[in-house]
């Protein structure tokens, strides 16, 4: 069975550049969520989306956007990388909205 | 504001050793307590989900409990493969989707 896979699985970008993340849920799976995670701290909630709609939004600036398509992969993009955009971003799936989620590998991205 | 403490935040056993992971949550309802294995630069890897107090979940050395304020991650006779930091997590009173996680034990099994 494939799980979640995410690409690409390291990122080097700089300063005010942006980037696009990819994530394909586990088949039949219609929800993704996003999380950043910084070194030695729990995943931080981006965006839930849920059959192609935004379901949930965490607190994070305007410069994160994100997208379900109608295969149900998904898009994060962060616009005007800042040096604390650093992170390993996990792409989630899950069945329904509030079921078990399944991460990804996450895309490791630095900023310099 | 729903919020999940874990302790402690760092774990050093010898092989054999058995102990707990506690996680303490605030959350309006709880709508499912989840455990994840997080093995360094990788992405979490879900063990259990528990729903209801006095609920138990068991796989191979590992044993998840629940109450009404908190959980517990029992491993007993731990070997050095169960290094890992073990991550706790429930989803929001806002039904938004979002997990809610704690920083996480960090477990160290010395042979």
């Known amino acids: 069975d494939a799980g979640v896979t995410q690409s690409p699985t390291h990122l080097i970008k700089t300063r005010g550049q942006h980037v696009t993340l990819r994530c394909s849920p586990i088949s039949g799976h219609k929800s993704v969520s996003w999380y950043q995670q910084v070194l030695g701290q729990g995943p931080q909630f981006i965006f839930q989306y849920y059959e192609k709609e935004e379901r949930g939004r965490g607190n994070f600036p305007d410069r994160f956007s994100a997208r379900q398509f109608p295969n149900y992969s998904s898009e994060l993009n962060v616009n005007a990388l800042l040096l604390g955009d650093s992170a390993l971003y996990l792409c989630?799936?899950?069945?329904?909205?509030?079921?078990?989620?399944?991460f990804g590998q996450g895309t490791r991205l630095t900023v310099v | 504001e729903d919020q999940v403490t874990q302790s402690p935040e760092a774990l050093r056993l010898q092989e054999g050793e058995s102990s707990s992971l506690n996680c303490s949550y605030t959350v309006s309802g709880l709508r499912g307590l989840f455990w994840y294995r997080q093995d360094p630069g990788k992405g979490p890897e879900f063990l259990f989900t528990?729903?209801?107090a006095g609920e138990e979940k068991e796989k191979e050395r590992l044993k998840a409990t629940l109450t009404k304020k908190e959980s517990f991650l029992h491993i007993t006779a731990p070997k050095p493969e169960d290094s890992a930091t073990y991550l706790c997590?429930?989803?929001?009173?806002?039904?938004?989707?979002?997990?809610?996680f704690g920083q996480g034990t960090t477990l160290q099994v010395k042979p």
């Open positions: 997590a429930v989803h929001g009173s806002s039904n938004t989707g979002k997990l809610i």
């Open positions: 989630a799936s899950s069945l329904l909205r509030n079921t078990e989620a399944f």
């Open positions: 528990l729903y209801s």
